[in-house]
């Protein structure tokens, strides 16, 4: 009976040993787009005050430039690092007229507009002062791709797509 179990052992260790692998893959691609996902947060938060705050310092204009888009994309490059390949959104909404600028760095690909502020329950949003004004309402989108570990490790070669807006009501 037990010269007849003589390869169960190893057999079933490597089934245990490939579930192990795959879950140490699947629990590191998860801390890897969460690290990721949270430095898109901070970054297009701060892109976005950046908007909302150059308004009060360059001559209450509220509009926004290409030359503006193209301050905040240097600025988006500092805070994000080594990260060479990521695209921006800036979107603006001001008196009722919707502005978009998309930027794309080193011919990465364009954010989707899934949360654009063309959306009529954002236009809802738009507080209105005691005069009856509507202020203004900024958004920033930054998108990066990012290595999928776990379906590489599965044979699958793809990458995810992972984005982060930031909205916000000007002065």
């Not at 502020?117 to 949003?125: I, R, V």
């Not at 004004?133 to 070669?157: A, E, I």
């Amino acid at each position: 009976m037990r010269n007849n179990q003589r390869g169960v052992f190893a057999i079933e260790m490597a089934f245990v040993m490939f579930f192990l692998a795959a879950l140490l893959f699947f629990t590191g691609d998860i801390a890897y787009k969460l690290f990721n996902r949270g430095n898109l947060d901070r970054a297009s938060y701060s892109l976005v005050n950046i908007a909302k705050e150059r308004s009060r310092f360059y001559g209450k204009r509220l509009e926004l430039s290409q030359q503006d888009v193209n301050g905040l994309e240097t600025i988006a490059k500092r805070l994000l690092g080594d990260r060479n390949h990521f695209g921006l959104r800036v979107e603006s909404l001001i008196n009722g007229k919707y502005q978009e600028f998309n930027n794309t760095v080193d011919s990465s690909t364009a954010c989707s507009s899934i949360d654009s502020l063309t959306n009529q329950k954002k236009e809802e949003l738009v507080p209105v002062s005691l005069q009856g004004k509507k202020f203004p309402l900024y958004q920033v989108t930054l998108c990066y791709s990012v290595d999928n570990w776990f379906d590489r490790f599965m044979g699958k070669n793809k990458n995810s797509n992972l984005h982060s807006s930031s909205v916000i009501v000007g002065r």
